[in-house]
């Protein structure tokens, strides 16, 4: 009987220590892993949102009193020409009187990857010369020169796709007024 008693206590033993392993493989590590990759993107999402915010507090701090956004294709003859058209040159006019509200005046260029013909090397060098054209026309309807500061963004802040309405959209000028 003590025999008996001994060998049920070791198939007992045995069958907890089978079962724990079989918990341990089929149930507490699936779940381990999940918890894990869950705790790794939530982490992820975590240090993007604080990214977002960084981001919006610079962007807040930055007071703009007046701003608008124009397209080239309404502001200028042709891409390739970069020379005001009658309808961009009546725009600017308009919108002279709301530049004098700041002590800065931004004019922020933006274009895409695609050049359209013309000598220019890089779409940094390109949106440039279209801001410096928008800002001599300001300048010569009467912003003061001193306020006036070109930004060129080239192509970093467009959006990748590459349909024509997209071009248009990513070839921009925006005039803004800054407190400083």
Same mark, same amino acid.
């Given at each position: 009987?003590?025999?008996?008693?001994?060998?049920?206590?070791?198939? #007992? &033993?045995?069958?907890?220590?089978?079962?724990?392993? !079989?918990? *341990?493989? %089929?149930?507490? =590590?699936?779940? +381990?892993?999940?918890?894990?990759?869950?705790?790794?993107?939530?982490?992820?999402?975590?240090?993007?949102?604080?990214?977002?915010?960084?981001?919006?507090? #610079? &962007?807040?701090?930055?007071?703009?009193?007046?701003? !608008?956004? *124009?397209? %080239?294709?309404? =502001?200028?003859? +042709?891409?390739?020409?970069?020379?005001?058209?009658?309808?961009?040159?009546?725009?600017?006019?308009?919108?002279?009187?709301?530049?004098?509200?700041?002590?800065?005046?931004?004019?922020?260029?933006?274009?895409?990857?695609?050049?359209?013909?013309?000598?220019?090397?890089?779409?940094?060098?390109?949106?440039?010369?279209?801001?410096?054209?928008?800002?001599?026309?300001?300048?010569?309807?009467?912003?003061?020169?001193?306020?006036?500061?070109?930004?060129?963004?080239?192509?970093?802040?467009?959006?990748?796709?590459?349909?024509?309405?997209?071009?248009?959209?990513?070839?921009?000028?925006?005039?803004?007024?800054?407190?400083?």
């Amino acid at each position: 009987m003590k025999g008996f008693i001994s060998s049920l206590g070791w198939i #007992l &033993f045995l069958l907890a220590v089978g079962g724990g392993l !079989v918990f *341990y493989n %089929f149930v507490y =590590l699936p779940l +381990a892993s999940r918890a894990f990759r869950l705790e790794r993107e939530i982490g992820m999402w975590t240090a993007r949102v604080d990214e977002l915010t960084d981001s919006l507090k #610079l &962007f807040k701090s930055q007071d703009t009193l007046f701003s !608008v956004s *124009y397209r %080239f294709d309404e =502001l200028f003859v +042709a891409p390739e020409s970069l020379r005001l058209s009658t309808a961009g040159d009546n725009i600017l006019r308009t919108i002279v009187p709301q530049l004098g509200s700041g002590p800065v005046v931004e004019v922020i260029a933006s274009c895409d990857r695609q050049l359209p013909k013309g000598a220019w090397q890089n779409p940094w060098e390109y949106s440039a010369l279209a801001g410096a054209a928008v800002a001599r026309r300001l300048i010569s309807l009467g912003v003061a020169a001193e306020k006036v500061r070109i930004v060129s963004l080239g192509d970093t802040r467009t959006p990748q796709r590459r349909e024509a309405e997209a071009a248009l959209l990513n070839r921009r000028i925006q005039i803004a007024v800054r407190p400083r």
